[in-house]
């Protein structure tokens, strides 16, 4: 069974940068859906990259596109979120959530459903 836990939030001014990291245990490298969500208070759950391992692809939510960057280190075991161009509205809890196997590439989306570990999430908080 994955396991996922998440790292690196912190506190940053409006423009800076951070990366988030993902470590999987129990993931053999077989294919998968991973996923970085978000949560602000107040607010549901909301999908922000994925990525999808068997063709590579990756998608990204409009309010990020252009500032965030989904990538993964393979023999690591990891999947990481850089972050730039931090905007307040980007802070929040960050979670990382894999699909273990893929499925099909079209159900690998930025939908919370679907994926099947999550990690306990880490927070991010952008000061203007």
């Known amino acids: 069974q994955v396991q996922v836990m998440e790292s690196g939030g912190g506190s940053v001014q409006a423009g800076g940068s951070l990366r988030l990291s993902c470590a999987a245990s129990g993931y053999t490298g077989s294919s998968a859906c991973m996923g970085w969500f978000r949560q602000a208070p107040g607010k549901e759950r909301e999908g922000v990259a994925r990525m999808y391992t068997i063709d590579g692809s990756s998608r990204y939510a409009d309010s990020v596109k252009g500032r965030f960057t989904i990538s993964r280190d393979n023999a690591k075991n990891a999947l990481y979120l850089q972050m730039n161009s931090l905007k307040p509205e980007d802070t929040g809890m960050y979670y990382c959530?894999?699909?273990?196997?893929?499925?099909?590439?079209?159900?690998?989306?930025?939908?919370?459903?679907?994926?099947?570990?999550w990690g306990q999430g880490t927070q991010v908080t952008v000061s203007s």
């Open positions: 959530a894999y699909r273990v196997p893929a499925g099909s590439w079209w159900t690998c989306g930025l939908g919370v459903n679907g994926y099947n570990a």
